[in-house]
């Protein structure tokens, strides 16, 4: 991949697009967002109150089957990071630092 290590694509676009429908209420700072990482990999971030109190667990089993349901399945298995976090865990979110200023990757 160039340089550019958040590339949007048609793919990671639907994505967005799919989530902003179903978790409408996401902070205007942070909509749910998708990029291409790399030609094996795309990444998705979808931030809400929904998952507050929720474990990973049940925060990805209100994501993942919109994801799998909605999605061409070479797509859905290029999916290889999805950050669920609540606002409150966003600023705190090590992942999510890997998420805005994501290290080269090699492909």
């Not at 676009?13 to 990029?35: C, G, M, N, T, V």
């Not at 089993?61 to 797509?75: A, M, R, S």
């Amino acid at each position: 991949m160039a340089k550019n290590q958040k590339q949007k694509t048609a793919e990671t676009k639907k994505i967005e697009a799919l989530l902003r429908k179903h978790f409408p209420d996401y902070p205007d700072d942070f909509p749910p967002q998708s990029y291409r990482y790399n030609s094996a990999s795309i990444r998705v971030r979808v931030v809400s109150s929904e998952f507050a109190g929720k474990d990973r667990v049940e925060r990805s089993e209100l994501v993942y089957p919109i994801l799998e349901k909605n999605l061409p399945e070479e797509t859905w298995q290029d999916i290889t990071m999805i950050l669920l976090l609540t606002p409150d865990e966003v600023d705190e979110s090590l992942t999510n630092f890997e998420f805005e200023k994501p290290t080269p990757s090699s492909l």
